[in-house]
């Protein structure tokens, strides 16, 4: 019996245009799709083919993407970088080249400014307690802002732990899920999912843990 003749299309009647761009885009068609659901050996090996291809290319592309895009933006960085240091570089030679010949010349006019020295000299110690006072507090406001950081990072290792479990559970559902999906083709009416362990991982402890995690930091 041609078991074909007992399946009803109803509906492609109606989309010619999509059934024809559907099948000159992704090889799908009535008549593979049919074969398949009817258990024809080439036609089902195609399909799962098709699937996994399909979910390689779905799990791979976004890692692929944003590592060529890491690339680039890194070479980027690499060659702008190197510019600005050689920039800097050649500003640096002339300040240096500048001082030397600036040293020359107060070399030899040392004795006559011994006087102006002096004056300078207090001038100096003066920048010099006001710069010891500017590093104590660059180095106060760095160590804030090191505990500042310390302390958020603090948060998000707890917050991560805490979101652990919640994270699995989401995971346990879908694949429960899809369990419970492929028992009922597999059984049809002889099905019973109470066969199939459901994982529960947000038990009252860890619902209490991360209620608590999230009280410590409010």
């Not at 399909?47 to 933006?73: C, F, H, K, T």
Request: positive net charge.
């Amino acid at each position: 019996m041609n078991k074909a003749r007992l399946v009803k299309d109803h509906v492609s009647t109606y989309s010619k245009d999509i059934k024809r761009a559907t099948n000159r885009h992704f090889s799908i068609n009535n008549a593979l799709i049919l074969k398949a659901a009817l258990g024809d050996e080439k036609a089902c090996k195609q399909i799962s083919d098709m699937g996994q291809v399909g979910e390689r290319l779905a799990l791979a592309m976004p890692i692929i993407q944003q590592n060529a895009l890491n690339y680039i933006d890194g070479i980027k960085e690499y060659n702008t970088a190197l510019a600005n240091i050689y920039k800097t570089g050649g500003d640096s030679s002339l300040a240096i080249d500048k001082a030397s010949s600036d040293l020359s010349l107060a070399n030899t006019k040392y004795q006559n400014k011994l006087e102006e020295y002096k004056t300078k000299l207090f001038a100096d110690l003066t920048a010099e307690n006001e710069r010891h006072r500017d590093a104590m507090d660059v180095i106060e406001l760095r160590a804030w802002v090191d505990s500042h950081v310390r302390f958020v990072d603090a948060i998000a290792a707890q917050e991560t732990i805490s979101n652990s479990p919640y994270l699995k559970q989401l995971q346990a559902d879908k694949e429960l899920s899809k369990q419970r999906t492929l028992h009922w083709l597999q059984h049809g009416s002889e099905s019973n999912t109470t066969l199939i362990a459901e994982k529960n991982y947000v038990t009252n402890p860890i619902k209490k843990f991360w209620q608590e995690v999230r009280g410590m930091f409010s």
